[in-house]
């Protein structure tokens, strides 16, 4: 701070801008090294990094991080950085900050919500995921905003549309899986859903604006630019097998296995089926990923539906599919789409979900072989 000129409030925020970026950066290489020592001191990069990013700008109770003349005031910053990291920041301090400053601050929130998770620290993980899906509807908001007043629609210079929607997305997603780490599943479910309901809107928000050939005039009153709302809202979704991206598919895996959890099995049946149809159109039918749908459904059908045929075929495809998938690997090569939908797993993971197919394949025909034999006896009585 004794470098930077008093009298201009804006280089010291931009000062400390830069050390943000650089405490950041130095925080992704802690990760990158892995274990707890490297995590306690990533943690302290990003809280810097968090600190220094909103150092300046107003917070959700109206104070500072810094007096109000840019003095840099050591005690007065110390005191409300304390408890930046548990207040959020304002609509009109993210309006000051540019589309990339505001993007590092929910990226770093973000990540320190992923640290948290991994350290079993959920309720403090949750926090930071919340933090950073506020700051991202507003920042959307405001983008959209600046978009439909202008007279070209565009966003300004930073996260395309497109981009800031996955975000939300991403960060829904985050909060439901660390919802389900916490066995919360009616609140995992919930989150699933609005995942999945904010991640049809922009698709289909995005491929509208991309379709859109109106006039400037009109563009600014266009409801194709128009941001409801309730984008966030958990409303059923109609699903459409040639839009339906794989992370649709993803969400709806977990949303149905969430669901099964609280007793919805019905619904949960339908988003597994939902799920298995994208996968099977953008994996092929040997993918891993629709193994592990098929397992999911399996034990649905096979348990609380007791539909144990239908459960049996379940698990034996997906058998199946792990031991197609575990030759090739042994063999030297992959084939189908495997490359770039979900990712690879190696020989040792495959066998355990071979392994676990297997014995779930003998609780089905034990069950099934038990109805049989009950079924006979009753016949004879």
Not at 16 to 44: C, F, H, P
Not at 192 to 205: D, I, M
Not at 267 to 292: N, P, Q
Request: hydrophobic share 40%; charged share 25%.
């Amino acid at each position: 701070d004794d470098v930077v000129d008093e009298d201009d409030p804006s280089d010291l925020i931009s000062y400390r801008y830069e050390l943000g970026k650089t405490y950041n950066g130095m925080a992704a290489l802690e990760i990158m090294k892995g274990g707890d020592v490297q995590w306690d001191k990533a943690m302290s990069l990003f809280e810097e990094a968090e600190s220094n990013f909103l150092h300046g700008y107003e917070l959700d109770d109206g104070e500072r991080t810094v007096e109000e003349d840019g003095s840099g005031n050591e005690d007065v910053m110390n005191a409300t950085n304390a408890s930046s990291s548990t207040r959020d920041i304002s609509k009109a301090a993210i309006e000051q900050m540019s589309p990339l400053h505001v993007e590092f601050l929910i990226g770093i929130r973000s990540n320190m919500g992923e640290l948290l998770r991994r350290r079993g620290q959920l309720k403090e993980a949750l926090q930071k995921y919340q933090l950073a899906l506020d700051m991202a509807r507003l920042a959307l908001e405001i983008e959209n905003e600046k978009a439909v007043t202008s007279k070209s629609g565009m966003i300004s210079d930073g996260p395309s549309r497109a981009e800031q929607g996955n975000t939300i997305v991403d960060l829904l997603v985050n909060i439901a899986d660390n919802h389900a780490s916490a066995e919360d599943f009616d609140a995992a479910a919930e989150a699933y859903e609005q995942a999945l309901s904010s991640h049809v809107f922009f698709r289909r928000w995005s491929n509208d604006n991309e379709n859109d050939n109106i006039t400037d005039n009109a563009r600014s009153t266009s409801s194709s630019n128009a941001l409801p709302a309730t984008i966030a809202s958990s409303t059923k979704i109609k699903f459409d097998i040639n839009a339906a991206t794989t992370i649709e598919a993803a969400i709806r895996n977990n949303l149905a296995n969430a669901l099964g959890q609280i007793g919805q099995d019905k619904l949960a049946l339908e988003h597994y089926e939902a799920s298995l149809a994208v996968k099977r159109r953008v994996g092929g039918d040997f993918h891993m990923e629709i193994a592990h749908t098929l397992m999911g459904m399996g034990a649905l059908l096979g348990g609380p539906l007791k539909d144990f045929t239908k459960g049996l075929n379940c698990f034996k495809e997906a058998l199946f599919i792990y031991r197609t998938n575990l030759d090739e690997l042994i063999g030297g090569s992959i084939g189908g789409n495997q490359d770039g939908f979900f990712g690879d797993e190696d020989a040792e993971e495959i066998d355990k979900h071979i392994q676990n197919a297997l014995r779930n394949i003998s609780l089905i025909e034990a069950a099934l072989l038990k109805n049989r034999d009950g079924a006979s006896n009753r016949r004879r009585r």
